[in-house]
């Protein structure tokens, strides 16, 4: 069976932002963002959905909430559209990321979500080296190939920190 893992907060709100703002939304996150860096299953899928509306010029919400794309898609799409009228300052603040809804700047609302995505991303992937470099100490390895998977981590972390994905 396929790996699936679970939709983070950033994402549904870039699914939600794609869908509703179309072309725009869809080239400026998927120029600043590769597939790998979605979720694997339902949220990587509609992802690869939208891109290919988008190659073919339109982006439609309408198959994806009607279900022509599978249950598991159609109940994340649904999910993640109505997670907007739901969403409190409070959720805002603790997420990190801005409800377009209530911003009606949608470029910056997607690069919130985009940086705090990708911060959870290289967070999860720092853990990973720590643990391996623990592993390593206990094994009586070598740790220097897994300290310097952690270094490069914090260094692309430190870079995300400071907007680097974006080109600025």
């Known amino acids: 069976a ?10 549904h709100e870039l699914l939600r932002l794609m869908l509703r703002h179309g072309m725009l939304l869809v080239e400026h996150v998927l120029t600043h963002m590769s597939l790998e ?9 509609t992802v690869e959905l939208l891109l290919s509306q988008f ?16 249950p598991a898609v159609q109940a994340l799409v649904v999910e993640a559209i109505a997670e907007k009228h739901q969403a409190s300052e409070n959720w805002e603040r603790k997420m990190g990321v801005e409800i377009a809804g ?5 470029i910056k609302a997607a690069n919130s979500a985009m940086k705090q995505l990708k911060l959870a991303r290289v967070d999860d992937a720092i853990e990973s080296a720590k643990r391996r470099v623990l592993q390593a100490e206990r094994d009586g390895d070598d ?26």
Not at 143 to 168: C, N
């Open 37 to 45: 860096e979605f979720a694997a299953g339902p949220v990587r899928q």
């Open 102 to 106: 209530k911003d009606p700047k949608p």
């Open 55 to 70: 190659q073919a010029g339109k982006i439609d919400a309408q198959p994806f909430v009607q279900g022509e794309h599978g």
């Open 143 to 168: 740790t220097a190939p897994a300290q310097q998977e952690v270094a490069a981590y914090v260094d692309l972390r430190r870079q995300i920190v400071d907007g680097g994905f974006l080109g600025g």
């Open 2 to 11: 396929p790996v699936v893992v679970p939709a983070r907060p950033q994402e």
